[in-house]
């Protein structure tokens, strides 16, 4: 697949080939005519050639190459094969499996790759080469593990290193890329590609210093690289040094980067500054009203400041510009429900578009939907079917993994209800419990393991989905919650899947009740939960769950909030039994945790928690 590797065999491939006087010079002159761009006169001497000698390999091979340089793929295939029958070699394998990639037919030429490195086992670039179609034809694993052995044969190919380090990074392996592309560093000190890449790979490790390093690196090399300050700004900002970010995204907005201003916001509210956040979102929408990222968040900024008109309203014109919710919603023929038309005697197909606690949160809004007449078929994540298929004002439920809908009317988003019903602060539907109640005979099962009930029951959930866009800020280590443990309750673990990190923490607590390995869905975790007095959670899926069952629960919370949560207040209107800790501007749980467990100490019995819970 190299120009350079061609040119390479063409210097010797004449040794040692009989051939009728004048062939050899002439396929020497076409060589050198071939080197200098003289086209035309490198093809006129092969055929002086050919006409001496027919069957002469190399100048067969070389014609090929002369198809191949002017895109004459059909004729380069018939030359190139020509010369394959007469001397299987190697490189001739190469150029016809490239001519065969650029007509389309990847699996011909994955074949010509692979017989060209079976004769030459050794041969680093053989690997090289079979890797880059490998990569051409999307099996990334087979690719990776051939440049891996072309490294082993070559250990100084930068080129191979970096294919690698590329497709283990889209792989999500970056420990593994990381090692690839500090070989590539070392081979090449100076290579801003090397950098740039680098620097996003430790950025998605969380290693956000070194990331930061990199891209000085890549300033230092190019001082014009308006991507690098942007990157700068997101890894200052994930470090919590907003006001070198927005520095940093102001010099990235100044160089042309007009995806700065964007980031610049984000960086204002995580900040606390959040008319200047906002300020700074229209700005971006200014420069490019297309971008879907930035309504869209400026929407959620309305929401968290308790704007709902507008948020809702905002929300609902982004959602439907932003690919992964676009695609994450089922493709669906009939018309949208936004909340105008009657729907009287319709039937109404309600789909999930965002997570698991989204879907329990806005689930209260089917009974309206009923009560306006509505037919309610609702679509779940398969998790949640067995926990919603009893939910009032359902009159079919359908795991998501279904393959077809049944017929209906309208359909729409479940978080696109709240616009629909033309929610405000002071109008959410808040009841104190909405989720079906737990099946007796289950939950008289979790009363058996737990025990005795001498003490109050608290449950406690540290960390949420690792994936979640916000994780870093939701969860914390488990060590950080262990100061809730010597209160005088009995503490039992709503944690599915603890992280490594948190296991040997875990081992040496015996003081915790863990019987997560029976929470094998929803419904269990629902009946556990109702045996409780208390949840103490972060931001996930438990704490919606045991609000909307009406437990008592405690949530503990980023100094920025998602925006369901609003700011500075300690309830939460959508949920009556929950209360908000919040982290102050230090952005640390530790002094979370101990109003947390000043609250347990001063709390006097099981039904105390329920009155300040309510």
């Known amino acids: 697949m190299s120009g350079r590797e061609n040119e390479k065999a063409l210097v010797h491939d004449t040794a040692g080939q009989k051939a009728p006087d004048g062939v050899v010079q002439l396929h020497e002159a076409a060589i050198d005519h071939m080197r200098a761009g003289r086209h035309l006169d490198a093809q006129l001497c092969c055929q002086r050639a050919l006409a001496l000698d027919p069957g002469h390999a190399d100048t067969l091979h070389l014609m090929g190459l002369l198809c191949i340089q002017t895109g004459q793929f059909d004729h380069a295939v018939e030359w190139l094969a020509g010369a394959i029958r007469r001397a299987p070699k190697p490189h001739y394998l190469t150029a016809l499996g490239t001519a065969l990639l650029q007509q389309g037919r990847g699996a011909e030429a994955l074949k010509a790759f692979e017989k060209a490195v079976e004769l030459e086992p050794d041969n680093a670039e053989r690997w090289q080469n079979l890797g880059l179609i490998l990569a051409e034809l999307q099996r990334n694993h087979e690719a990776i593990l051939s440049f891996q052995h072309a490294l082993q044969l070559a250990p100084g190919s930068w080129e191979a290193a970096n294919k690698a380090a590329i497709l283990l990074r889209q792989a999500g392996r970056f420990e593994d890329a990381l090692v690839y592309l500090n070989m590539c560093a070392e081979l090449k000190p100076n290579d801003i590609q090397t950098f740039g890449l680098r620097s996003d790979v430790l950025r998605s490790l969380g290693r956000y210093a070194e990331a930061l390093a990199d891209l000085e690196r890549v300033r230092l090399l190019d001082p014009t690289n308006a991507d690098a300050c942007n990157q700068m700004g997101n ?7 907003y006001e070198e970010a927005l520095s940093a995204y102001d010099k990235a907005f100044a160089l042309g980067d007009k995806h700065a201003l964007k980031n610049k916001a984000i960086a204002l509210e995580h900040f606390g500054r959040f008319d200047q956040a906002a300020s700074c979102y229209r700005r971006a929408l200014a420069e490019d009203a297309n971008d879907a990222s930035a309504e869209w968040n400026l929407a959620l900024l309305q929401l968290l400041t308790g704007d709902f008109e507008a948020g809702w309203a905002g929300r609902e014109a982004a959602r439907w510009k932003i690919p992964i919710l676009v695609e994450g919603y089922p493709k669906l023929s009939r018309p949208l429900w936004r909340g105008t038309e009657p729907i009287d005697g319709k039937t109404i197909l309600v789909c999930p578009d965002e997570g698991l606690g989204d879907v329990i949160q806005f689930a209260r809004y089917v009974p309206m939907l009923a009560a306006r007449g509505a037919r309610v078929i609702l679509l779940v994540q398969d998790e949640l ?16 993994s279904a393959t077809t809908a049944p017929p209906y009317d309208l359909h729409c988003p479940l978080t696109s209800l709240p616009l629909a019903f033309g929610t405000r602060l002071d109008t959410i539907p808040a009841a104190a419990s909405y989720l079906p109640a737990p099946a ?44 809730l443990l010597d209160a005088d309750a009995t503490f039992v673990s709503l944690q599915k899947d603890p992280r490594a990190e948190d296991r040997p923490a875990l081992l040496e607590r015996t003081d915790m009740i863990d019987l997560t390995a029976h929470l094998t869905d929803f419904v269990e975790t629902a009946a556990l939960v109702s045996c409780l007095d208390l949840v103490v959670t972060v931001d996930t899926s438990v704490a919606h769950l045991s609000a909307a069952l009406g437990c008592p629960t405690w949530v503990l919370l980023p100094y920025v909030p998602d925006y369901r949560w609003l700011l500075d207040r300690e309830d939460s ?11 102050d501007e230090r952005r640390d749980y530790t002094p979370v945790i101990e109003r947390v467990r000043a609250e347990l100490d001063a709390a006097r019995g099981r039904e105390s928690f329920r009155n300040k819970g309510s």
């Open 235 to 241: 890894c200052l900002s994930a470090l919590g040094r």
């Open 573 to 583: 209107p959508w949920y009556p039994t929950m209360r908000l800790f919040r982290q």
């Open 385 to 400: 079917y067995p926990l919603l298929s009893r939910l009032p004002g359902v009159a079919q439920c359908l795991p998501r």
């Open 440 to 483: 007796p005979d289950r939950v008289q099962t979790w009363e058996q393991r737990l025990g005795s009930h001498d003490r109050p029951r608290v449950g406690l959930v540290w960390s949420g989905n690792p994936r979640h866009p916000r994780d870093r800020a939701r969860s914390m280590p488990f060590r950080t919650m262990v100061g």
